[in-house]
């Protein structure tokens, strides 16, 4: 039995799964700027902030751009992925997600959002779960992305528990990494071949339970 006070969950491939509509607006604007993008190139994009993501893809497309045109293009990817969380319904929440953060919260244990991304609080709103989370930090609050434990550490700190105490749920290496490196336990949300490092690892929130939360 350990002595788990927190969860803190990753959004994006945790809670729900953006990564069509990041990928949708990434294609669009590699197709306007003339090349091509694909899905398996998004792979490499989740949890990555929208600035690195941007500057990856100018690189797979061969382009150099000045910080002021970075930006334009930024604000235009992220004005089109805007236009598409907008239409977010609850139907979205991945399966068992709300219920273990309902559970969580039932036993007594603390939530926090940590998410790389600076929209996370208008998809929580559109899924309708906002509620759910004691603390929300998001890509607004931080300047150091993940492998950095920046998120998940400011998130402990305003839950008021040790990150000792801690344990973060995540899709992506780099999250997991930023867990164990910030002192706290991680469970890996994906497959172990990926997420090895974490401390358990289940396919989905739906094979959570807070009897295997205490075991780990
Ligand atoms: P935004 P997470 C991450 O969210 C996404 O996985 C990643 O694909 C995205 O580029 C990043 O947020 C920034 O998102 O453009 O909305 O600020 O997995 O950390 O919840
Ligand atoms: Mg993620």
Same mark, same amino acid.
């Given at each position: 039995? +350990?002595?788990?006070?927190?969860?803190?969950?990753?959004?994006?491939?945790?809670?729900?799964?953006?990564?069509?509509?990041?990928?949708?607006?990434?294609?669009?604007?590699?197709?306007?700027?003339?090349? /091509?993008?694909?899905?398996?190139?998004?792979?490499?994009?989740?949890?990555?902030?929208?600035?690195?993501?941007? /500057? !990856? $893809? !100018?690189?797979?497309?061969?382009?150099?751009?000045? /910080?002021?045109?970075?930006?334009?293009?930024?604000?235009?990817?992220?004005?089109?992925?805007?236009?598409?969380?907008?239409?977010?319904?609850?139907?979205?929440?991945?399966?068992?997600?709300?219920?273990?953060?309902?559970?969580?919260?039932?036993?007594? $244990?603390?939530?926090?959002?940590?998410?790389?991304?600076?929209?996370?609080?208008? $998809? !929580?709103?559109?899924?309708?779960?906002?509620?759910?989370?004691?603390?929300?930090?998001?890509?607004?609050?931080?300047?150091?992305?993940?492998?950095?434990?920046?998120?998940?550490?400011?998130?402990?700190?305003?839950?008021?528990?040790?990150?000792?105490?801690?344990?973060?749920?995540? /899709?992506?290496?780099?999250?997991?990494?930023?867990?164990?490196?910030?002192?706290?336990?991680?469970?890996?949300?994906?497959?172990?071949?990926?997420?090895?490092?974490? +401390?358990?690892?289940?396919?989905?929130?739906?094979?959570?339970? $807070?009897?295997? !939360?205490?075991?780990?």
């Amino acid at each position: 039995m +350990n002595n788990i006070k927190a969860c803190i969950f990753d959004l994006d491939g945790v809670i729900v799964d953006t990564a069509v509509y990041h990928y949708k607006a990434w294609k669009r604007l590699a197709n306007e700027l003339g090349f /091509d993008f694909t899905e398996h190139d998004n792979e490499k994009l989740k949890g990555v902030s929208r600035m690195a993501s941007l /500057d !990856l $893809i !100018l690189q797979w497309g061969g382009l150099t751009k000045t /910080d002021a045109e970075k930006q334009e293009l930024a604000d235009k990817k992220n004005a089109w992925y805007v236009d598409m969380i907008n239409h977010m319904t609850p139907a979205e929440i991945l399966p068992g997600a709300k219920e273990f953060v309902e559970a969580c919260k039932s036993a007594g $244990i603390k939530t926090a959002l940590g998410s790389a991304s600076k929209n996370a609080g208008t $998809i !929580l709103e559109k899924v309708g779960i906002d509620h759910l989370f004691d603390v929300v930090i998001d890509g607004n609050q931080v300047s150091k992305p993940k492998p950095d434990p920046e998120v998940f550490l400011k998130g402990a700190e305003e839950l008021n528990i040790p990150p000792a105490n801690c344990v973060v749920f995540e /899709d992506a290496i780099a999250g997991v990494e930023a867990a164990i490196a910030g002192g706290m336990k991680a469970i890996g949300i994906g497959s172990p071949d990926v997420l090895g490092e974490a +401390n358990l690892v289940v396919k989905g929130l739906n094979e959570m339970t $807070i009897e295997k !939360l205490k075991k780990i």
